[in-house]
């Protein structure tokens, strides 16, 4: 994939970027190599003082770091704005928390003084998605950053000018150069920097096969790895629920960020007694959505992010039709300029469809009936994917239930699956190991080294 800027709603491409030389690579690792011998040194409230900095530029730009990233990848410009703004709480989050998170702790035993210090790897490599092109970064960048590490950013080729914001926000925080870095190059050269020394660890979003890749790469140099590879999120309805509020929530989770959103909910789980009425409002809703221009206020959907995507996604719609699901709305591209899809809601799923088994990353629901709560927890759980799961319900039994028996990395109960600076982000199976955000997040990417004084 070229590197580019390329809008999603016209398709017009805007500015293109020259792919790093081998030499431009390997001057920017022993700069970040130089620049963690230093960092590591410095204080945490040097530290936090620059990450508080880093939160009011973003504050102050959101309006100018939003229109980049709907430029780049098509997301509303209000949710645009709010991401903008959530990177700024969670820079205050971890500049007010890191040290506390990353203390001392004492262990009693028996010793004249024996303890647990928390001490950054060094230079971590930051591979990270274009569907939240800033908070998949700083939720990264924050906690790493604050913890005396320092990153080389590999970003989505299709948002380099939101790459290279992020590296100034960084710079003019007050961070020396090369403590975050942006990396424009294409996946080809990941392998051989995932091989160099100096680099200490990786993370990754994005797919189960780049998981799988970088996984594969990191093991074999033995080296830390975080993976966050999406999920096909169930959202669970029981009689017991609101039903106007879990329809409005469900419609709100299955089209956030134009439906290409890790958490989005992608599996409607309804009780059979309830099924109808949710089903006759859901659709409703999705087909009341306003579909159009990002950049205009009014827009609730706007489009993907590239043509490939529009492709892949009804070729997996029209094959779980002709296998047997049932259209209630949608399953077409939309004719017009853009790579838009409409607003799609499927019923009666047979098992061997991708609307059962693959994660739909785009503005199209999937239908469940379910006869008990053993029923909705089977079908939620009957899915490689483990990354978040909603469930809506006010009997405390089935609270339970969902609590300790749903796959999930993630429950939420009356409420859709969101990601939160305070609380740990990640999932089991195939959505990837290891967490974000809070204290778990922090401690990903330290020595978690033990001191024994006799």
Request: aromatic share 8%; with cysteine; net charge neutral.
């Amino acid at each position: 994939m070229a590197i580019a800027t390329t809008n999603p709603a016209t398709g017009e491409v805007l500015k293109t970027f020259e792919a790093l030389t081998p030499e431009q690579i390997e001057y920017k690792l022993q700069l970040a190599s130089s620049a963690f011998q230093s960092h590591r040194r410095t204080s945490f409230a040097e530290r936090a003082q620059m990450m508080m900095k880093a939160a009011d530029i973003l504050e102050n730009e959101k309006n100018e770091c939003a229109r980049l990233m709907t430029l780049e990848m098509g997301k509303t410009l209000r949710s645009a704005v709010a991401e903008a703004s959530k990177c700024a709480a969670g820079c205050r989050f971890y500049a007010e928390n890191a040290e506390r998170f990353l203390a001392d702790e004492v262990i009693e035993t028996g010793a004249k003084r024996s303890f647990i210090r928390y001490l950054p790897l060094g230079p971590v490599l930051a591979i990270m998605p274009w569907n939240f092109p800033f908070w998949q970064v700083f939720r990264f960048v924050a906690p790493a950053l604050m913890a005396g590490n320092v990153g080389l950013l590999k970003h989505a080729s299709n948002v380099p000018q939101c790459a290279l914001k992020i590296e100034d926000i960084i710079r003019r925080a007050g961070f020396p150069e090369g403590v975050i870095q942006t990396l424009l190059i294409g996946s080809g050269p990941v392998d051989g920097i995932l091989n160099d020394p100096r680099v200490a660890a990786a993370t990754l979003t994005g797919s189960e096969q780049a998981g799988i890749q970088v996984g594969v790469s990191a093991a074999k140099r033995i080296k830390k790895v975080v993976l966050e590879l999406g999920g096909s999120d169930p959202f669970i309805v029981m009689p017991s629920a609101d039903l106007e509020a879990a329809v409005a929530t469900a419609v709100e989770a299955r089209i956030q960020n134009n439906g290409q959103s890790c958490i989005a909910a992608k599996r409607f789980i309804v009780a059979d007694s309830i099924a109808d009425d949710f089903e006759k409002k859901f659709v409703s809703r999705m087909q009341g959505l306003q579909i159009g221009d990002p950049f205009d206020e009014k827009t609730q959907l706007g489009p993907l992010a590239n043509a490939e995507a529009v492709m892949s996604l009804d070729a997996d719609v029209q094959k779980s039709v002709s296998a047997g699901a049932r259209l209630l709305t949608g399953g077409h591209p939309l004719n017009r300029v853009g790579n838009y899809y409409a607003p799609t809601v499927l019923a009666d799923i047979p098992k061997d469809s991708p609307a059962y088994k693959e994660e739909f990353f785009g503005p199209v629901a999937s239908i469940f009936r379910v006869k008990s709560v053993d029923d909705a927890i089977r079908i939620a759980n009957d899915s490689r994917f483990g990354l978040g799961a909603s469930a809506w319900t006010n009997d405390p039994g089935e609270t339970e239930r969902f609590v300790n028996d749903l796959e999930a990395g993630m429950v939420f109960l009356n409420k859709m699956v969101a990601s939160d600076p305070r609380i740990p982000f990640g999932g089991v199976k195939h959505s990837g190991h290891g967490r974000e955000l809070s204290v778990q997040g922090i401690r990903e990417f330290v020595n978690i080294k033990t001191v024994w004084l006799q």
